[in-house]
C-alpha cells in the first residue's frame, strides 16, 4: 500500500492551493464592501453605528491597509473561528454555525444514504430492463425529477402532507417535544434530535422529529437521485456489454449473481466519482427545502441572512460550502484510487 | 498577405464548412430522438408565448410591461374566473398576464445569462487553449476555484455584494456560468491547435488573431454554443430559484420564481378548503417546470456530444 500513501500525500498536499483560492475568491466579494461596511463585520452586539466606533474598528482591523495585508488579517480571523457578526440573527457567525449545524446534518444522514440507494436502484433497473417499461419509467421519472424546481416540489408536499392531510407539519419540531428538549432532563448529546432521542429513550420525541424530517428528506430525495440514475444506468449498460460479464453468461453464472456480483460493482466506480457534484446538489437543495419547510439549519439561515444582505452570514456559508465541496472531493478521490489501482499507479 | 493567399486556395463551399455540418448534425439529433423533439415543441411553444406576449396579455400603455396590472388592494388571492383566467394572487396581481410575460422575463434571463457567460468563458478558454504557458495555468485555476462552490450558492454570495435584483442576479449567474464553457472551448482548441490547416494557416504567416478567429475557433466552438445553448433550462431554474428566494425580481415583477415567493402565505388554503388557493403556487410552478424540462429533453439528445468517439461529422 506503499502506492497509496504517497496517493493520499500528494493528493492532500494539492487541495491545499484550492482551498487558499476559495478563500481568495470569498474575501474578494467582501472587498466588493466599503470599509464602513466590513466594519461591521468585527462588531459585536451594541450600536456599532457610532461614526466614531466604526472609525476605530477600520484602524483596529486595519480595513484602510492594502489588500495583501487585509487578506492576511482576514485568513488570521477565519482560522481562529472569528467569522464576522451576523446581523440577521444577531448573534456572532461562528456561533450561529455551532447552533445550527445539527439540523442540517440530521436532513443530510437521513437524505443522502436515500438519494444514493434510490438512485442506484433506479439505475440498476433502467439498465436491466433497457428499453422496457421499467426503464421508460425510471428514466421519465429522473427527467422530471431534475427538471422539476426544488422550491415548487417543497410547496407542493407542504401543502397535501400539511395543509391539507395534516400529517407532516414544517419546523424541527411540534411545541410540546420542544418544551421536552429545552428541559432540564434533557441530555443533548449529538444536538440531533432524533439521535438524541434516542439516547434518552424518549420515543415521543423521536417520532416527533422523524415526523418533521419526513417532508425535507422526500424532497431532497425526489429531485436529488436523477443524477446517480442516470450515470448508473449507463454505466451499468456499459458494463453489461463487457466480455468478462459474457464469459461469465456462458460459464453458466445465474444472471441475477452476473449483474450483482460482477457488472454492478464495476459500475459504481463512476457512480463514486459523481459524489462531489452531488454535494453541491445536496447542499443548494438544502438552502431551498430548509428555507420552505422552516427547518431552522444552515441553509435556512444562509438563505435569509441573503435576503437582509448579513453578507458575513453569506460569505461563511459560501466558504463553508466550498471547504466541504473540496474535502469531499478529496474523500472520493481516495476512495476511487483504493476502488481502482490505475489511478494511484497511472 | 496572408488573406488573400488563403482567398486564392478558394472559398469554402457551404456544405463544407463547420458550421453547416454541424447543424446538420444536430438537426439529425434531434430527429432521431423522439424524446428530443418533444423537448423542441416544448420550447418553441414557450418561445412563441415570449414573442407574442404583448397579443396575448396587453400591457397598459405606458407602464412597464414586465410589472403586473393589479386589480385592487385585497391580500387575498381569488380564484380562476373569466376574467383573470389564471386567478389573482397576493395583491391582485393579474396572474396570467405575471405567467405570459414571465416565458419572456425567462428567456431574458436564460439567453442573458448565457450569452454573458458563453462570451467570457469562449474568450478565456480559447485564449487558454491556444496560448498556453502561464495564462493557461492562471485561467484554469480560476475555473478550478469557481468549481469548488456550488452554483446557487455563490450566485447568491454574489447577489449579497451586488444587491438585490434581478440584473444583479444575472451577473452573478454569468460570473458563476463561464468556467464551464471556458473549460470547453480550451479542450476544442486544444484539440483543433493541431490539426494540419492551422499548421498550414501558420506556415503562410497568418497572425495569432487570425487563425484563432478564422482557423481555430470555428472548427472548436460548435460543441461549447450547443450545450450551452442547453444550459438556458438550468440558467432559469437557478434564477427562480434566487427569485424565490427573494434575492430577484421585486414584488410584482411577471417572473415565475416571483410568482411561486407570492405564493407562500397561501399555501395551507382556508380552514374546510385546503387548496382554497391552489392556482397561486401551482400555476407558475407548472410553467417553470415545463420550461425546464423542455430544455432538459431537448439536452438529452446531446448528452454525449462532447465524447469524440460517438461524434460523427
Not at chain 1, 401543502?159 to 419546523?171: D, E, K, T
Not at chain 1, 424532497?219 to 449498460?237: C, D, E, F, T
Not at chain 1, 427547518?295 to 466550498?322: E, I, M, N, R
Request: charged share 15%.
Amino acid at each position: 500500500m506503499g502506492g497509496m500513501r504517497t496517493y493520499i500525500i500528494r493528493r492532500l498536499l494539492l487541495i491545499i492551493p484550492t482551498l487558499l483560492g476559495v478563500s481568495i475568491l470569498v474575501f474578494s466579494v467582501s472587498m466588493v464592501f466599503s470599509p464602513e461596511e466590513r466594519a461591521a463585520l468585527y462588531v459585536g452586539e451594541g450600536g456599532f453605528k457610532a461614526a466614531a466606533r466604526i472609525q476605530a474598528i477600520i484602524k483596529k482591523y486595519g480595513l484602510d491597509q492594502p489588500v495583501y495585508v487585509q487578506y492576511y488579517n482576514w485568513l488570521k480571523n477565519v482560522l481562529q473561528g472569528n467569522l464576522g457578526w451576523s446581523k440577521s440573527l444577531n448573534i456572532p457567525v461562528a456561533r450561529a454555525f455551532t447552533e445550527l449545524w445539527p439540523a442540517s446534518v440530521e436532513i443530510a444522514i437521513y437524505a443522502a444514504p436515500l438519494i444514493v440507494i434510490t438512485g442506484i436502484m433506479l439505475g440498476r433497473i433502467s439498465a436491466v430492463h433497457r428499453d422496457r417499461w421499467p426503464d421508460h419509467i425510471s428514466r421519465i421519472f429522473a427527467i422530471v425529477g431534475w427538471s422539476l424546481p426544488t422550491f415548487w416540489s417543497a410547496i407542493v408536499l407542504l401543502a397535501i402532507f400539511y395543509g391539507a392531510l395534516g400529517w407532516f407539519p414544517p419546523g424541527r419540531l411540534s411545541p410540546e417535544a420542544q418544551s421536552i428538549v429545552h428541559s432540564a432532563e434533557w441530555v443533548s448529546y449529538t444536538g440531533l434530535y432524533t439521535i438524541d432521542a434516542l439516547l434518552n429513550r424518549n420515543l415521543f420525541v423521536f417520532a416527533d422529529a422523524l415526523r418533521h424530517l419526513f417532508l425535507p428528506v422526500l424532497n431532497l430525495v425526489i429531485v436529488g437521485n436523477a443524477g446517480i440514475m442516470r450515470v448508473m444506468r449507463s454505466s451499468l449498460l456499459e458494463e453489461l456489454h463487457k466480455e468478462y460479464v459474457m464469459a461469465a453468461r456462458t460459464r453458466g453464472v445465474p444472471e441475477k449473481a452476473v449483474i450483482n456480483k460482477h457488472a454492478m460493482r464495476n459500475a459504481m466506480i463512476p457512480v463514486v466519482t459523481m459524489a462531489g457534484v452531488l454535494v453541491a446538489g445536496f447542499l443548494t437543495g438544502l438552502v431551498i427545502t430548509e428555507t420552505v419547510f422552516e427547518f431552522k439549519g444552515l441553509g435556512y439561515w444562509a438563505a435569509h441572512a441573503a435576503t437582509q444582505l448579513d453578507f458575513p452570514a453569506v460569505l461563511a456559508f459560501a466558504l463553508f460550502s466550498g471547504i466541504v465541496f473540496v474535502v469531499s472531493n478529496l474523500l472520493v478521490d481516495i476512495l476511487y484510487a483504493y476502488l481502482d489501482p490505475r489511478i494511484r499507479l497511472g | 498577405m496572408a488573406g488573400s493567399k488563403e482567398k486564392e486556395l478558394g472559398r469554402v463551399p457551404l456544405r463544407e464548412r463547420a458550421w453547416f455540418k454541424e447543424l446538420v448534425f444536430t438537426l439529425k439529433r434531434i430527429r432521431e430522438s423522439p424524446l428530443s423533439l418533444a423537448g423542441l415543441t416544448i420550447v418553441a411553444f414557450f418561445a412563441i408565448i415570449a414573442i407574442f406576449a404583448p397579443l396575448i396579455a396587453p400591457p397598459q400603455p405606458g407602464r412597464d410591461p414586465y410589472v403586473m396590472p393589479r386589480h385592487g388592494y385585497l391580500a387575498t388571492p381569488k380564484p380562476p374566473s373569466d376574467e383573470f383566467p389564471f386567478g389573482t394572487t397576493e395583491g391582485q396581481y393579474d396572474m396570467f398576464y405575471g405567467c405570459i410575460w414571465g416565458t419572456r422575463t425567462a428567456f431574458r434571463v436564460g439567453l442573458l445569462v448565457v450569452g454573458g457567460a458563453l462570451a467570457i468563458g469562449v474568450t478565456l478558454g480559447a485564449l487558454s487553449g491556444y496560448f498556453g504557458g502561464i495564462l493557461d495555468e492562471i485561467i484554469m485555476r480560476i475555473t478550478d476555484i469557481m468549481y469548488a462552490f456550488p452554483g446557487l450558492i455563490l450566485a447568491m454570495a454574489f447577489v449579497t455584494a451586488f444587491g438585490v435584483g434581478l440584473d444583479n442576479v444575472i451577473k452573478a449567474l454569468i460570473l458563476v456560468g463561464w468556467p464551464t464553457y471556458a473549460r470547453l472551448t480550451r479542450a476544442g482548441v486544444l484539440q483543433v491547435r493541431q490539426e494540419d490547416y492551422v499548421e498550414a494557416a501558420r506556415a503562410i504567416g497568418a497572425s495569432n488573431a487570425r487563425i484563432l478567429l478564422k482557423h481555430v475557433l470555428p472548427n472548436s466552438i460548435y460543441p461549447v454554443v450547443i450545450v450551452s445553448t442547453l444550459d438556458i433550462g438550468s440558467m432559469v431554474l437557478t434564477a427562480a430559484a434566487l427569485s424565490f428566494l427573494g434575492l430577484g425580481a421585486p414584488i410584482g415583477y411577471a417572473d415565475w420564481g416571483q410568482l411561486i415567493s407570492m405564493s407562500r402565505n397561501w399555501i395551507l388554503g382556508e380552514a374546510g378548503n385546503p387548496f382554497a388557493y391552489w392556482h397561486t403556487y401551482t400555476i407558475p410552478g407548472i410553467f417553470i417546470f415545463t420550461f425546464v424540462l423542455g430544455w432538459n429533453l431537448l439536452g438529452d439528445a446531446f448528452r454525449d456530444i462532447l465524447d469524440p468517439t460517438l461524434r460523427r461529422r
